[in-house]
């Protein structure tokens, strides 16, 4: 048999059962809408994470105090336990390091915060004119923190949208003064609402001179030093340069650990990659079902045609041939099914998109071609059965079934 | 004049000791019991014999769709009882065409489809079997009826399409189980003559019936009982076929 015949032959077989043929397709539909739209939603989580990561600043090296790593039992175990402190002068002198375009020590705590008879429970945050550029936020009102000297800190305090809203609810907050335990702050700008950020909510942060803060909580060490590299290809140098600096600084002992956003960033991608594989699995699992249906179609399908299978082969069909042809009216079924269900797919992440906004449910390419790639498999695999058992047929017995 | 090895020479079907046995759970059927039968080309024959006297059972093997257990069977001077599955597929659809008793039309496809099917299966190009099917068309009568579905046709006609049909691969034979067996008196009599023209074109008719009137119009009447052949006799000749058998 000729292809153009073989495809002409199954359309017709197939259209000559228009509700089989319906069944077969929706089945293989919605299993590759099924992959479609739930590797969208595995993807988008995983742009939603990156994009989230992104607006904590570019380029950016964090150093915390401690080994968070195991890096097992040598020497230095001994002779020491606890890690030394991270302090303003370490920050300091990150900056010398060539790829470090700028450095931000941070230190937190937590203080009520009053003005007039309003109180608040607030986190204070005490770092430098840096941490702005560092962070990459904006101003709403006034100003950032003052450059000055790192060890002497002006009573000045920039506060975050919300904490302003709460404070100053009816008056403007610039000029205001703010009540910190015995200390009392000039508020000298306000943040522009950031929305969400990552760990702690920016908008309710309090910030004053890392030196004041030191002072305030009586304390010397850091809580982190935020990093700047120069650019995107100078991170690893400046992690490794972070790490040789405050090594040198502290007794040879490598008491601090470094981490870079996109270190963070490959663990959630490789995190979210596996879950998409994953959502991806069930989804497969869903179009192998739509294989079994097929098989069952399929199978009906030649017990319905024996009679016609019987007079091809009566007429001089081969075996392969009548094999072909059935496999042929799979595939295409398949196929037909696959691009169905990849519209439907599209759709359902269009209306993830147009429900959640902020969610970026786009499939991406490689789930779209395995969608269609194991659906026409799947309908090729399970036909295979169906398609041998018509072969196979003995014309004899079916013809005579009238 | 007849000598035996010619007429063995000139024979288009010669089968020795044909047997097919059925096994139905404890009982065994012996459907076929040493069958032997020499055809020529271009012969008439009519297979006679009640029901279960295995004449169907005899078109099937004739026609290859059924393969006999014990015996063997020489088409046009080849053994075409050890052929492989697909080379006996190919045997079918060049020399033998089938006629059936309800028709086996394809519901979905057109009498000029139904007619071109044959040809579809053996890969002949398109442009060559719209001709061949036109010519059928108009040859059977039915070239108002080209685009008609089986649904749409009398019994008459779709026995002329399915005759059509059988014929559209030029075969050297034609099968015709009980052609008549489901037409009025007058259709039938009309598909007979059809065949009968066929036949007369040099096409090798076999008929089986258990039509009597139907089975006396064949040049040669072969009766079947029991899966034997009990009686073989040419019109006219009046010499037994079975004799030199």
Sequence with gaps: MRARDLVAFAVGAASGNRLRTALLMLAMAIGVAAVVTLTALGDGARRYVEREFSAIGSNLVIVLPGRTETGGINPGS?????????????????????????????????????????????????????????????????????????????????????????????????GQFVRVGDRRFRVIGVLAATGSGLGMNTDELALVPVSVAQAMFNTNTLFRILVEARNRDAIEVTKRQAAEIIKARHDGEEDVTVITQDALLATFDRLIGTLTLGVAGIAAI?????????????????AQRRSEIGLLKALGASGSTIRTAFLVEAA???????????????????????????????????????????????????GVLPARRAARLDPVAALAKR | MAAVPASVAAAQIELDRIERVFRLGDSVVHALAGIDLRISPGEYIAVMGPSGSGKSTLLNVLGLLDRPDAGTYRLEGRDVTTLSADEQARVRSHRIGFVFQSFHLVPRLTAAENIAL??????????????????????????????????????????????????????AMLLADEPTGNLDRATGEEVMRLLEALNGAGVTLLVVTHDAALGARAHRRV???????????????GAAEDACA
């Design chain 1, 78 to 174: 001994f002779v020491s336990t606890t890690p030394r402190d991270l302090t303003v002068d370490d920050a300091r002198a990150l900056l010398r390091a060539p790829s470090v375009l700028r450095a931000a020590p941070l230190t937190v705590g937590t203080s009520e915060l009053s003005v007039g008879g309003r109180l608040r429970e607030g986190m204070v945050v005490g770092t430098t004119a840096e941490f702005i550029e560092v962070r990459q936020f904006k101003m709403a009102q006034g100003q950032f923190l003052p450059r000055e000297d790192w060890g002497r800190g002006s009573p000045v305090m920039v506060i975050g949208a919300k904490l302003r809203a709460e404070l100053f609810p009816n008056e403007t907050a610039l």
């Design chain 1, 286 to 302: 869903s179009l192998a079902v739509a294989g079994i249906l097929v098989m069952n179609v399929m199978l009906v399908s030649v």
């Design chain 2, 118 to 171: 044959p040809m579809v299966l053996a890969g002949i190009p398109a442009r060559e079997r719209d001709l061949r099917v036109r010519k059928a068309l108009d040859g059977f009568g039915l070239a108002d009826r080209a685009e008609h579905r089986p649904d749409q046709l009398s019994g008459g006609q779709r026995q002329r399409v399915a005759i059509a049909r059988a014929t559209i691969m030029q075969p």
């Design chain 1, 332 to 382: 295409l079924l398949s196929a037909a099914g696959a691009v169905i269900g990849y519209a439907l797919g599209l759709a359902g992440a269009a209306v993830i998109r147009a429900l959640y906004p902020v969610f970026p449910a786009y499939p991406p390419d490689w789930a779209v071609l395995a969608g269609l790639g194991t659906a026409l498999a799947t309908g090729m695999l399970f």
């Design chain 2, 223 to 237: 009766m079947m009982q029991d899966g034997a052949i009990t009686l073989d006799e040419t019109r006219g000749a």
